[in-house]
């Protein structure tokens, strides 16, 4: 069973720190990684996407993503009450299968 | 960037009446799109693979004749919930892929259905 495993949280950081969302896979042959925002009733909205080892950055996005630990994170920084929402990791495989994670839920505290 | 859009947003019926929920990609071509359905608080589960011109794979537990999807162009794929009752009540979410970048999901703004 491929996997994709968040801590449901909430992750609570006050305005202005650096959120850190962590996500493990259990699938060694995926190949693309997705962070999507989800507010609530709303559906998901893309953040990024990773496909190589290292950091990659977008404002105040940073993805990061470690293939050998199966590991991929997403760091926000200065955040802010509007980042306040569900994130979930999602991971594809290479079958025309996304799995996602179960989401984390980020409480960013004015 | 790659839009998908949806419709409805929001539908209320009666049981026992069937339900059709449109999905498009207004600016590529999707030949594989994607079902969800979401409780509330809960995760993304994912219904049906839609590929265009050939029947969609169903989920394991998720009845095709139930929830009926159709991908008759690159652009458009519907999903009709049949004879609905108000446990099918829920929040439906197609996606596509390719649009904004190689195997990269863009979703549509959802639709709430409840059945009274």
């Known amino acids: 069973q491929k996997e994709v495993e968040q801590n449901s949280g909430p992750l609570s950081v006050p305005e202005g720190a650096i959120a850190s969302l962590n996500c493990t896979y259990s699938?060694?042959?995926?190949?693309?990684f997705f962070w999507y925002r989800q507010y609530s009733g709303k559906s998901p909205e893309l953040i990024m996407f990773?496909?190589?080892?290292g950091d990659k950055e977008d404002g105040r996005f940073t993805a990061q993503l470690n293939k050998a630990s199966q590991y991929v994170s997403l760091l926000i920084r200065d955040s802010q009450p509007s980042d306040s929402a569900t994130y979930l990791c999602?991971?594809?495989?290479?079958?025309?299968?996304?799995?996602f994670g179960t989401g984390t839920r980020l409480k960013v505290l004015a | 960037g790659a839009v998908v859009s949806q419709h409805p947003s929001r539908v209320i019926c009666k049981s026992g009446t069937s339900v059709k929920i449109e999905c498009r990609s207004l600016?590529?071509?999707?030949?594989?799109m994607f079902w969800y359905r979401q409780f509330p608080k809960q995760s993304l589960m994912l219904m049906a693979t839609?590929?265009?011109?050939?029947?969609?794979?169903?989920e394991q537990g998720v009845e095709k004749d139930k929830f009926l999807i159709n991908h008759a162009s690159l652009t458009l794929s519907t999903l009709t919930v049949t004879s609905a009752h108000p446990e099918d009540s829920s929040f439906y979410i197609c996606?596509?892929?390719?649009?904004?970048?190689?195997?990269?999901?863009?979703f549509g703004a959802g639709s709430r259905l409840t059945v009274l």
């Open positions: 839609s590929n265009e011109g050939s029947k969609a794979t169903y």
């Open positions: 996606s596509a892929s390719g649009g904004a970048g190689a195997n990269v999901l863009t």
């Open positions: 990773i496909y190589s080892n």
């Open positions: 999602a991971v594809w495989s290479g079958t025309y299968k996304y799995i």
């Open positions: 600016d590529f071509q999707a030949t594989t």
């Open positions: 699938d060694r042959g995926s190949q693309s």
